[in-house]
């Protein structure tokens, strides 16, 4: 499997926060990756050369991306791995080798995820693990980009509410405490639908809306559950998980 060295290092952070090791799965000139974390799940995929189908192991996700940092612009980076044995990257005569691992912490709850995803697909994506997803919505990816600076003006390790308004049909972002700073976010929102619904997440969810591709996303949510974000031109799938609800 071979990719440009910019494409390769956007990729593979674009999982968000407390990823550590990645299996992706290389296939029909295209590498995907799955990640089911207890904050969030992600699913995302990218053009990419293949010549053999099959898995990748990645067992230290910062000492690859660190050498793939050092590399030349311009460089080309091969993944190699037959099955069950080391992982090679090169470019040109340059090669870094890393063990392989039969255990991927980032990994050992995707087949129960996308067992439910493929629910959720069958159901029209009216309910998620079996509870009812009573709001829709479509939404810019863009207009997400200024929750990025809710930690340079809040602070670090500050929680964000998420209030699904159907009236005024947005999405609002709010973090801060009572009684200190605080800073609240609106987006607009499409074809809004359903109740009004409120959930609370960590101070990772910036982060991690900022892993979402350019473009348009539905959103499908409930009051005190997850919310999930489904890209409508790529194969990205983005779930969020509420830490006061199911």
């Not at 049909?169 to 801060?176: K, M, P, T």
Request: proline share 4%; net charge negative; glycine share 8%.
């Amino acid at each position: 499997m071979s990719l440009g060295k910019a494409g390769l290092i956007s990729f593979l952070t674009g999982f968000g926060p407390g990823v550590g090791d990645l299996r992706l799965k290389a296939a029909q000139m295209s590498l995907s990756g799955t990640v089911a974390l207890p904050t969030h799940m992600l699913h995302t995929r990218i053009s990419a050369t293949v010549d053999d189908a099959g898995d990748i192991v990645i067992a230290d996700l910062a000492k690859l991306l660190t050498f793939v940092k050092t590399l030349p612009q311009d460089a080309l980076v091969s993944l190699w791995q037959p099955k069950n044995s080391t992982l090679r990257v090169i470019s040109g005569k340059t090669e870094l080798t890393l063990p392989t691992t039969d255990y991927v912490a980032s990994h050992k709850n995707v087949t129960k995820a996308m067992a439910l995803v493929t629910d959720a697909e069958n159901s029209n994506w009216k309910s998620w693990a079996g509870k009812a997803l009573t709001c829709y919505g479509r939404l810019q990816v863009a207009d997400l980009t200024q929750l990025k600076s809710v930690e340079k003006v809040i602070g670090k390790d500050t929680p964000v509410t998420m209030k699904f308004d159907p009236d005024e049909e947005h999405l609002e972002f709010a973090a801060g405490a009572r009684g200190s700073a605080s800073m609240s976010i609106c987006v607009d929102v499409e074809d809004c639908d359903g109740p009004e619904a409120k959930s609370h997440y960590g101070p990772w969810l910036p982060q991690v809306l900022h892993m979402i591709p350019a473009g348009s996303v539905e959103l499908y949510t409930a009051n005190d559950f997850v919310c999930i974000f489904r890209h409508t031109e790529k194969d990205h799938l983005l779930l969020v998980m509420d830490k006061r609800g199911e």
